[in-house]
């Protein structure tokens, strides 16, 4: 169970998940730009950019819940 002390790592954990994030969505978008080239990479950037914004979701709702508290 996450406490009101674990804010702070959560918050960092946050923060870079969501620079990677951000990093996977332009990675995305540039093979996009750039079909039919490096179409074998759009699975792996594409799975790797939904996982980043799942632990985001889960992170944001895990704080959330110590915030109600």
Avoid: C, F
Avoid at 8 to 13: A, C, G, Q, V, Y
Avoid at 27 to 46: K, N, R, S
């Amino acid at each position: 169970m996450t406490t009101p002390d674990d804010i702070p790592e959560l918050r960092t954990k946050l923060k870079k998940l969501n620079s990677l994030a951000t990093r996977l969505k332009l990675d995305l978008h540039d093979l996009a730009e750039d079909l039919p080239v490096g179409w074998e990479q759009i699975l792996e950037t594409a799975t790797a950019t939904y996982n980043t914004y799942v632990e985001i979701n889960r992170l944001e709702r895990e704080l959330a819940k110590v915030d109600a508290a």
